[in-house]
């Protein structure tokens, strides 16, 4: 019959879940959006998305340091935001020779103007040293003398000794994404020669987190990526459980969120 409402027991399929992290990474960067995709590979809820700001030169001058500004980190942020990501975690390594303080003040802003969960790479790493019980580590970065010393010091100050590091010097920021990864896995090696509690791969635009799974079972030392720190630390905020993300490394294991009960 014309007009005649037929009813319908059948029920749409409703769209799963999305976790959605959102990452903040410098302009020149071309490594933590490929290897953080490849590791949440096998999580099919899960994306992430990104926003840049404009960083070319990782070094002390008035120059490279003024790229870091809060105000050009939280622009990029604002951006993020309008993705209705449930995370933001600035995938950047600046607090390691800036001073953990100025990522603790950002995540700070970053919460209190956008509403959402905040974190960063360096933050994690720290995190994962303190559940883990690690108390002499190595580190080993592209970064330039002046910017490595101010890491180790950096570590000092918080109570954690570098017993070993290697570096490239280089100022960087895209040629950090053409060293090789076996000369990363020979820095690795090297730095693991001192037998520290843990070793620090830190550049977020540094191939590290693909050597690490083969590294650790090399040297049976936890290597620790700051890449991987991120994403880790991303997760958790989301309330994925990270040990999900498989062939990546012991970060990924479960013994961090374990350690401290």
């Not at 960063?120 to 330039?144: D, H, K």
Request: proline share 4%.
């Amino acid at each position: 019959m014309m007009g005649e409402v037929v009813s319908s027991d059948r029920v749409e399929p409703k769209t799963p879940a999305r976790i959605l992290l959102g990452m903040l990474t410098p302009s020149s960067n071309t490594v933590v959006e490929p290897v953080t995709a490849a590791m949440i590979a096998d999580l099919p809820e899960v994306s992430v998305h990104f926003s840049r700001f404009a960083v070319t030169e990782i070094s002390l001058s008035a120059h490279a340091l003024a790229q870091f500004e809060p105000e050009r980190i939280l622009s990029a942020a604002r951006l993020l935001a309008q993705a209705q990501v449930d995370v933001i975690t600035w995938n950047g390594t600046s607090a390691a020779w800036k001073g953990f303080a100025s990522d603790e003040e950002l995540c700070r802003q970053i919460s209190a103007e956008t509403g959402i969960s905040s974190a960063s790479s360096v933050l994690a790493m720290n995190e994962i040293f303190a559940r883990t019980g690690v108390q002499r580590f190595a580190l080993v970065t592209p970064y330039l003398d002046a910017v490595q010393e101010r890491i180790v010091a950096s570590y000092a100050e918080a109570g954690y000794h570098c017993i070993a590091e290697r570096h490239e010097n280089d100022p960087g920021n895209f040629s950090f994404s053409e060293i090789d990864e076996r000369i990363i896995a020979d820095r690795i090696r090297a730095v693991a020669a001192s037998r520290p509690d843990a070793i620090a791969v830190v550049c977020t635009n540094l191939f590290g987190a693909r050597v690490v799974a083969a590294m650790e079972a090399e040297i049976g030392i936890p290597v620790y990526d700051t890449v991987a720190t991120g994403l880790w630390k991303s997760l958790v905020l989301a309330g994925i459980n990270p040990a999900r993300v498989r062939g990546w490394g012991s970060l990924f294991s479960g013994s961090a969120e374990t350690a401290q009960g």
